[in-house]
């Protein structure tokens, strides 16, 4: 008898003394998702950001939704981007021909899409604020090539537009910070001018002719979409101000189409 009270008084007072030290065991009940997907979001919305809205359903987080938003629609405009030339490329290729497509017009573009391209990559942007212009400028390219192909068959034109465009990649990688960004700004302006001839001829004609709907709202949305990505997550006053720019250029070309839903253009006088 006196053994087992003495056991019980044993394990009585070792209970005591270890139980206020033993570390209480919380069931960790946050929701996680899987390595899979927690791996790229957190690389993309940034550790706090994923935490707060993948997996504590934070949505009243502002600036975290904010930014979740910018890169949903950023990544949107890089897959539009991968894939907005591809029917062009295939017109090409199925009818051997390149007739009515201005070379001029696509060197020109191509050139503004380096600077745009070489510009961001040397500021180390997120790939999600200017990705498309990657996929555009490789389109373009290849465009630029089969339409000396098609129209004369000229492999040293060809050759030597590769040669402009890759010493072009080259010329815009090792000068001054300063001219690169004087370079980028001078191309805003060519690009918004390239919008003026259009507007113009839809106020004179009173219809917008054969403009394309699909293009003018995909490069509505895109400018739109791409001025929030810039303001969210760029502090750069000069790409936020080209993609506002653009954006209403484009805007004035929707309200544009929707007066002049299918108007016949109005009969010149001689």
């Known amino acids: 008898m006196s053994i087992s009270f003495f056991l019980l008084l044993l394990c009585f007072i070792t209970v005591s003394f270890t139980l206020p030290i033993t570390p209480v065991i919380i069931e960790d009940t946050q929701y996680r998702l899987p390595a899979l997907i ?4 957190v690389k993309l ?3 706090a ?6 997996e ?7 600036s975290c939704l904010k930014l979740a938003i910018s890169k949903a629609l950023g990544l ?8 907005v030339k591809i029917p062009q490329i295939i017109t090409i290729l199925r009818g051997r021909s390149a007739q009515g497509l201005s070379l001029a017009s696509f ?3 191509t050139s503004a899409y380096e600077i745009v391209l070489i ?4 500021l180390h942007n997120p790939f999600s604020t200017y990705g498309e212009v990657l996929f555009m400028t490789a389109q373009n390219i290849l465009i630029s090539l089969l339409i000396p192909y098609y129209q004369s068959r000229n492999y040293t034109y060809m050759t030597g537009l590769l040669c402009y465009f890759l010493a072009g990649f080259a010329f815009l990688e ?3 910070a300063w001219l690169m960004s004087l370079l980028y700004a001078l191309q805003i302006p060519i690009g918004l001018a390239s919008k003026i001839p259009q507007i113009r001829a839809n106020y004179l004609n009173q219809s917008t002719g054969q403009l394309s709907v699909f293009a003018v709202l995909n490069y509505f949305a895109g400018t739109t979409a791409r001025a929030f990505t810039t303001w969210t997550e760029l502090d750069d006053p000069i790409m936020l101000g080209g993609n506002l720019l653009a954006s209403v250029l484009n805007g004035v070309l929707v309200i544009q189409l929707i007066m002049y839903w299918k108007k016949p253009p109005v009969p010149k006088v001689d």
Do not use: K
């Open 45 to 47: 919305l940034g550790e």
């Open 38 to 41: 927690n791996q790229p979001g």
């Open 107 to 109: 060197v020109m573009e």
């Open 76 to 83: 949107g405009i890089v897959v539009g981007g991968a894939i």
């Open 56 to 62: 504590r359903f934070e949505i009243t987080n502002i």
């Open 174 to 176: 090792v000068i001054p």
């Open 49 to 54: 950001c994923y935490e707060s809205l993948l």
């Open 119 to 122: 510009y961001n990559t040397r």
